[in-house]
Nanobody, 122 residues
Framework: VQLQASGGGLVQVGGSLRLSCAAS????????LGWFRQAPGKEREYVAA????????FYADSVKGRFTISRDNAKNMVYLLLNSLKPEDTAVYYC????????????????WGQGTLVTVSS
């Protein structure tokens, strides 16, 4: 599966953005999908994940209650809604797909999009 993320941009503290990730391929619904982010000088970190049907979602503690992951299997899309943004949310955000179980580990995800930059200004 090929992934392409979009929707990043510059936003003020407290603002919102919706990231989108378009996927190619007929087997989209067979993948667990996740969002990761990488800030300058830092390692890539897990943000959120969603099960194959969308019935279960999982979040890092740092974004719980502020971010919402969702997917539309009919459209081969996964989304990440970012609310109440903070300067520390500034990073390149990546969507990823895993053919195995849900995981917070980047190396468990087999396919990656190119990333979209989110900058939160104070």
């Amino acid at each position: 599966v090929q992934l392409q993320a979009s929707g990043g941009g510059l936003v003020q503290v407290g603002g919102s953005l919706r990231l989108s990730c378009a996927a190619s391929g007929r087997t989209f619904s067979t993948y667990v999908l996740g969002w990761f982010r990488q800030a300058p000088g830092k390692e890539r970190e897990y943000v959120a994940a969603i099960s194959r049907t969308g019935g279960n979602t999982f979040y890092a503690d740092s974004v719980k209650g502020r971010f919402t992951i969702s997917r539309d299997n009919a459209k081969n899309m996964v989304y990440l809604l970012l609310n109440s943004l903070k300067p520390e949310d500034t990073a390149v955000y990546y969507c990823a797909a895993s053919a195995s179980a849900w995981s917070v580990r980047a190396y468990d995800y087999h396919y990656w999009g190119q990333g979209t930059l989110v900058t939160v200004s104070s």
